[in-house]
T-cell receptor, first 109, second 114 residues
Framework: LAKTTQPISMDSYEGQEVNITCSHN???????ITWYQQFPSQGPRFIIQ???TKVTNEVASLFIPADRKSSTLSLPRVSLSDTAVYYC??????????FGKGTRLHILP | AAGVIQSPRHLIKEKRETATLKCYPI?????VYWYQQGPGQDPQFLIS???????DKGSIPDRFSAQQFSDYHSELNMSSLELGDSALYFC?????????????FGPGTRLLVL
């Protein structure tokens, strides 16, 4: 299971674009990168998943460079309701989810 | 759309008592996962079931047991409760096993052990 490293916390302002970078130097060939969001006292919620290059959905974009040793979750025009913990996970088909230390994102008005 | 249902949502027990948490997965989902999240902690994987068989095991204490029934709902049985068992317990379900299938989490059961 590849180890991930991400910022412990980040602050940003409403309307800004927020980029959270995750390092995963030991990512394996068959590993995917997945991001979850968790609000206080709620279960984690799947945001986005990717293998390489760029993935975009209605919530976020995920940028993965060619060497795949890092990835960046991009949240466009954040609002106060985006204040949450964001978890970067690297796993393959045989892995259970192991949550590491997520990034506590705090959006300010 | 139907989501994962957990019951009860809140539970208060005393030390050495037992507790049973229930999880009803999203219809047609065949895999259930249990996680424990202590105050200020990240979720910790406990155990998972695929097609009613245990598929993976994490940091589940020996005092805990779980099973998945024929209708795919799952129960987490906790005995000899300790103060340190106070936590949020999440259940998640997916269609298929393995880490790639998106896991959908329930609202959690908040257990308080006094």
């Amino acid at each position: 299971l590849a180890k991930t490293t991400q910022p412990i916390s980040m602050d940003s302002y409403e309307g800004q674009e927020v980029n959270i970078t995750c390092s995963h130097n030991n990512i394996a060939t068959n590993d995917y990168i997945t991001w979850y969001q968790q609000f206080p006292s709620q279960g984690p919620r799947f945001i986005i998943q990717g293998y390489k290059t760029k993935v975009t959905n209605e919530v976020a974009s995920l940028f993965i460079p060619a060497d795949r040793k890092s990835s960046t979750l991009s949240l466009p025009r954040v609002s106060l309701s985006d204040t949450a913990v964001y978890y970067c996970l690297v796993m393959n088909r045989d892995d259970k989810i192991i949550f590491g230390k997520g990034t506590r994102l705090h959006i300010l008005p | 759309a139907a989501g994962v249902i957990q019951s009860p949502r809140h539970l208060i027990k005393e030390k050495r008592e037992t507790a049973t948490l229930k999880c009803y997965p999203i219809p047609r989902h065949d895999t259930v996962y249990w996680y424990q999240q202590g105050p200020g902690q990240d979720p910790q994987f406990l155990i998972s079931f695929y097609e009613k068989m245990q598929s993976d095991k994490g940091s589940i204490p020996d005092r805990f047991s779980a099973q998945q029934f024929s209708d795919y709902h799952s129960e987490l049985n906790m005995s000899s409760l300790e103060l340190g068992d106070s936590a949020l317990y999440f259940c998640a379900s997916s269609l298929g096993r393995g880490g790639m299938e998106t896991q959908y989490f329930g609202p959690g059961t908040r257990l308080l052990v006094l």
